[in-house]
């Protein structure tokens, strides 16, 4: 058995787009106050997202199961 992703512009991909936005906005730092992540210089970062794939940074990893709450 082979395991295949979905189909672009099938209702799953469409709900998945909407969950990975909302992810966005909730991981935000600016629009939640969210202060877990790692500077680099002025700049609080705790996610990268490309596509399906995401990545969450942290200090701690007291700070890091926070952030992977909100997700």
Do not use: K, P, T, W
């Not at 295949?4 to 909407?18: A, N, R």
């Amino acid at each position: 058995m082979q395991l295949m992703g979905l189909d672009q512009g099938s209702i799953e991909s469409m709900f998945f787009d909407v969950y990975l936005d909302l992810l966005y906005i909730y991981l935000s730092v600016e629009r939640n106050n969210i202060e877990d992540g790692c500077c680099i210089g002025e700049v609080l970062l705790n996610h990268l997202m490309f596509a399906d794939d995401i990545c969450l940074f942290d200090r701690s990893v007291r700070g890091l199961q926070s952030i992977q709450d909100v997700c």
